[in-house]
């Protein structure tokens, strides 16, 4: 069946979608597990994140197409990741206004650029990807402060996230349902995910930042996982910070990234592989603090 807006049958079932607020959907796509969000509005539909490449965006498509009347007028991007981005060049062509974090080109610059260029030479350096069609096509309206959209008559609400899973994220908030769609600042069907422009020291305070917005009650939709509530928030920004912590606590020893290793506590959560990226990350951003100049003291 299609879902019409303003539907008041209470139990109208969009088949493959989630509805996780009133008019607001959630379907999980592999691979990647990967959330793509349906909010809808009177006259349109905005998309949250497009998927690993064109062809997968054409799915997405085709599926809202199948599920609801409505056209799609906007696209949002949750961050900079191949999997949230990588489907942009299909709505591109089709002129449909993608809104994302203004750092995301330079973050494709230092991240997604180079690795797309080296599978798409290389295909063997990346077998899993199916990236030979990707153009990189950054968010074509940037968001550097909070700003209030109204996309097919639906009021929207893009917070920039502070630097955390990385320095593009942005939080899309439906306040008539309460429903955020917060991209890789929390993960639920996995940890969540250092490397790629993560800042681990950082990321704890940007789930703070973000808590003092989110409601008891709220609906927030991970970028991989199903729907979790703001106690679950609260839960991994506590972990995060015992990663942050341990970071610290090993830089301020002095010790080198080779002698680190992983807490038993932290091991019971993130593998070891994740664990070192975050290492890595985390003491590159100490080494360069420590050497900036100090400020004219
Ligand atoms: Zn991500």
Redesign the pocket.
Known sequence: MLFMPGSLLPDAIVPGWTEVAPGVFQRRYEPEDVSVGVIVGSTGITLVDTRNNPAEAEEIIRDVRDAFALPIVTVVNT?A?Y??TFGNQVFAEHGIPIYGHHLIPRHFAHHEGPRLREVQEQPECGPDRDWGEVRLTPPTVPVEAPLRIDPGGRTIELLPISAG??DTDLAALVPDARAWFL??VIEESGPP?FGSGSYPLDWPDALEGLLDRIRSGDVLVP?HGSVVDRDFVERQADRLRSVAEWIRDAFAAGRSLDDVRPERSLEEYWSESFLRSALEDGYAQLSSARNLPDDGA
Request: aromatic fraction near 0%.
């Open positions: 961050h990741h999997d949230h899973h990385t991209g890789d995910m970028g």
